[in-house]
């Protein structure tokens, strides 16, 4: 029997060879500036390649067209500006053998509570969003033509930009909204039975696949189950992924299980501290026996090493998302090569991160204060040469805490 840790075997994505199985899934930090990804934005993600890690994802979500509301601090992938800003952090990253994906997608009806001078917003049906009571028109055919050319040209900019894939979101937005009956109640060609559901999803991957080529990866982070009433059952959402892979024009699933249309239906899709580990990674290992030899990802509160091995030892996923780990720790895979799990400064699931961002603010990490903050923080301390100094630290909170284990 094998004892190599299966966390750090290679995978091979098409032509694209990840050094090891631990992956940052697409989200947003709300780093960006002007819709770019410039200095902080650069630095955040490179941190976490010198880390060891094998991919991160940008974007989450990164918007392909003007009336995508940048709700989150998204980047703006419709404009050209952004092309040379990609390639500055692709090649930082890639100096480190560190692959780097994109996120694309356009969010519909999706907004935040914090508006700005938003385009009127749309959604296959005129439904209004639970979440941030946001009344969309419903969506013309012009309107999707001109979404499709949009998710082509933003997938060449990231071409462009010398990064190695885009991933495709369908969950809770846009796109996935056409699949669901919930939200869908069209009687046209994009409403009714499933082909037309899937009909304007076909067309974006269609003009992806076209404006990026063959060689460059192209995935997609879907909603497999939305778990509720009325919504896009296991069954059907099967039976998408299985169409939308005959095609032979995506290369990877993402896989999604819940909606999140209403604060407590996100707190499942992005599990807190308050619920098990990995709550959804059972559902993402059968999605992957279902549909047999695509590649599968999956990240939903895999916070330690122990369940991320389980998970690519058992068969579960190919690739396992240790996102909201990373921001606690950038450098979870350097620590495994070294035998250092023990160091690990671990994800406790505070939602401390995604909070911020739902309230207007920058991801930000309750325990770890140098996430975010890596031009002025280092991630690790190095002993000061000299002679050793008495600290007294007076009081024992986190800040107390945290001048404690940087003076020591």
């Known amino acids: 029997m094998s004892?190599?840790?299966?966390?750090?075997?290679?995978?091979?994505?098409?032509?694209?060879?990840?050094?090891?199985?631990?992956?940052?899934?697409?989200?947003?930090?709300?780093?960006?500036e002007d819709g770019l990804p410039k200095t902080r934005y650069r630095l955040y993600h490179l941190e976490k390649a010198r880390g060891g890690i094998a991919l991160t994802m940008i974007g989450g979500s990164a918007i392909v067209d003007r009336d995508s509301p940048p709700a989150f601090g998204n980047l703006h992938l419709y404009r050209d500006e952004i092309v040379p800003w990609l390639r500055e952090l692709a090649d930082a990253l890639h100096d480190q053998d560190c692959a780097v994906m994109c996120q694309i997608t356009h969010l519909g009806r999706r907004s935040s509570n914090?508006?700005?001078?938003?385009?009127?917003?749309?959604?296959?049906s005129p439904l209004r969003e639970a979440a941030h009571r946001a009344f969309p028109k419903e969506i013309e055919d012009f309107d999707i033509e001109r979404i499709v050319r949009a998710y082509a040209t933003a997938a060449a900019r990231c071409r462009e930009g010398g990064l190695d894939g885009v991933e495709i979101e369908a969950y809770g937005h846009l796109l996935d909204a056409f699949w669901s009956p919930a939200w869908n109640r069209r009687r046209d060609a994009y409403g009714g039975s499933l082909e037309n559901r899937m009909r304007f999803s076909l067309e974006v991957i269609e003009a992806v696949r076209e404006a990026v080529g063959e060689a460059f990866?192209?995935?997609?982070?879907?909603?497999?189950?939305?778990?509720?009433?009325?919504?896009?059952?296991?069954?059907?959402?099967?039976?998408?992924?299985?169409?939308?892979?005959?095609?032979?024009?995506?290369?990877?699933?993402?896989?999604?299980?819940?909606?999140?249309?209403?604060?407590?239906?996100?707190?499942?899709v992005i599990p807190n501290m308050g619920t098990p580990l990995a709550p959804h990674l059972a559902f993402a290992g059968e999605v992957r026996r279902e549909l047999g030899s695509v590649p599968?990802?999956?990240?939903?509160?895999?916070?330690?090493?122990?369940?991320?091995?389980?998970?690519?030892?058992?068969?579960?996923?190919?690739?396992?998302?240790m996102t909201r780990a990373h921001?606690?720790?950038?450098?979870?895979?350097?620590?495994?090569?070294?035998?250092?799990?023990?160091?690990?400064?671990?994800?406790?699931?505070?939602?401390?991160?995604?909070?911020r961002i739902y309230e207007g603010g920058e991801a930000l990490c309750l325990h770890n204060p140098a996430t975010g903050r890596e031009a002025d923080l280092p991630h690790e301390i190095a002993p000061t040469p000299g002679p050793r100094k008495r600290v007294v630290v007076v009081g024992a909170g986190p800040a107390g805490l945290e001048a404690a284990r940087v003076a020591a």
């Open 3 to 32: 004892t190599a840790d299966p966390l750090l075997q290679p995978f091979r994505l098409k032509g694209l060879v990840l050094k090891n199985r631990i992956m940052s899934t697409s989200h947003e930090p709300a780093y960006a």
């Open 114 to 124: 914090y508006t700005g001078d938003w385009l009127p917003l749309v959604w296959p």
């Open 217 to 268: 990866v192209v995935g997609i982070r879907m909603v497999v189950d939305e778990h509720f009433d009325g919504g896009l059952t296991r069954e059907e959402g099967l039976e998408i992924a299985r169409r939308l892979f005959a095609t032979g024009k995506l290369d990877f699933l993402n896989v999604i299980r819940g909606h999140i249309d209403t604060d407590m239906a996100l707190s499942r």
């Open 296 to 321: 599968v990802f999956h990240a939903a509160r895999i916070n330690d090493v122990a369940t991320a091995r389980f998970a690519i030892r058992q068969g579960l996923l190919d690739m396992v998302g």
């Open 327 to 355: 921001m606690a720790d950038p450098h979870i895979v350097a620590k495994i090569r070294r035998g250092e799990e023990d160091r690990i400064r671990p994800c406790v699931g505070a939602g401390y991160c995604i909070d």
